[in-house]
């Protein structure tokens, strides 16, 4: 992969590890509060009254809005790691990359912007999105080497890989990324190793019933499917399909300065500069990106729970921080009796 690559990896590894090593405690028992959290409506994000319930119950980190600009896990008392915050972990050569990859889905992505007119969710809206740019035109794309298509499940099919990697465009999108990518996996291994062998385990299990063709054989994450967002304004929301003690990838590039992410009830502000990774639930807390007056790119690395349940590999639990001082790594058990290490 050559010296550039290399020095890419021990960049994330020194900045996973000092923002393991400088944690921010707070008061909460973590998956209490998930367990109060399952019943909201993700799909519609109309539950005021529940969100104001959580808010005075739980309330912030901090005396108001806690901003942190520098690596930083956020843990509770019973030391489950919430939120990683590693601030532009991405060095700039890849994410340089990364815009040359997606520069190959900008007609893609700008054509399911314009497919959605009239769509009711608020993710395809066109009031939240900016104007195109010569470095991005507006818009987004949902991909995935194996998962459901809407209304489909594993009673009545298979997973099948999104169309468009099956095209010249998609194929060349992974290809180019042939370096960033594997450094934000590698940081998922890192900071979840249980999660990183889940979403292996699922994507050989995928493999091996030939689901997805060739696909999914050149896809270069554990995480199983990538939402790409480009100059989009994002209210507070949950995202849904996925479990709560996984962690989701976020990670932003482009010429902007200021892009904050919000995460509430904790109330933080992280500062969110190109090539900052944070990694939490989306189905857990709550999230947004205020306007960006400046082209920015958004992609977020997640993992679907129907995928996982219909290839019957055992979940990923908590991340806590004795899986590191105690050297556990856990393997994942297949249900029908399989082990993948």
Not at 125 to 149: H, Q, V
């Amino acid at each position: 992969m050559g010296a550039t690559f290399i020095a890419g990896c021990i960049f994330a590894v020194e900045v996973c590890v000092t923002a393991f090593i400088t944690p921010f405690y707070v008061d909460w028992d973590y998956e209490q509060y998930c367990d109060e959290c399952k019943d909201i409506k993700v799909s519609t994000g109309n539950n005021s009254q529940k969100e104001a319930m959580l808010r005075e119950k739980w309330g912030p980190v901090d005396r108001g809005t806690l901003r942190v600009d520098k690596p930083r896990t956020i843990v509770d008392r019973a030391g489950r790691i919430m939120v990683w915050i590693l601030p532009e972990v991405l060095l700039p050569t890849f994410q340089a990359e990364l815009h040359a990859a997606t520069k190959d889905l900008d007609a893609h992505i700008a054509s399911n912007l314009r497919n959605s007119i009239n769509s009711t969710s608020w993710r395809s809206s066109r009031k939240l999105f900016g104007e195109d740019t010569a470095y991005i035109r507006s818009g987004f794309i949902n991909i995935s080497p194996g998962w459901y298509m809407p209304g489909h499940s594993a009673k009545n099919d298979k997973p099948r890989a999104t169309p468009l990697l099956h095209t010249p465009s998609g194929e060349l999108f992974l290809q180019c990324a042939h370096k960033a990518f594997p450094i934000m996996s590698g940081i998922t291994h890192i900071i979840h190793p249980e999660q990183y062998k889940m979403g292996r385990a699922i994507q050989e299990s995928i493999k091996r019933r030939k689901c997805t063709s060739n696909t999914i054989r050149n896809w270069p994450s554990a995480q199983t499917a990538l939402s790409i967002i480009s100059n989009r304004e994002t209210p507070f929301h949950r995202d849904g399909l996925s479990r709560m003690s996984w962690y989701d990838m976020l990670t932003s590039i482009g010429p902007y300065s200021k892009a904050p992410l919000y995460l509430s009830p904790l109330a933080l502000r992280i500062d969110n500069r190109p090539g900052t990774i944070c990694a939490f639930s989306g189905a857990a807390i709550r999230h947004r990106v205020r306007k960006c007056n400046l082209p920015r790119i958004s992609f977020a690395w997640y993992m679907r729970e129907n995928v996982r349940e219909g290839e019957c590999i055992e979940p990923a639990g908590w991340m806590t921080q004795n899986r590191y001082q105690s050297g556990r790594y856990p393997s994942i058990y297949c249900c029908k009796g399989r082990t993948t290490q």
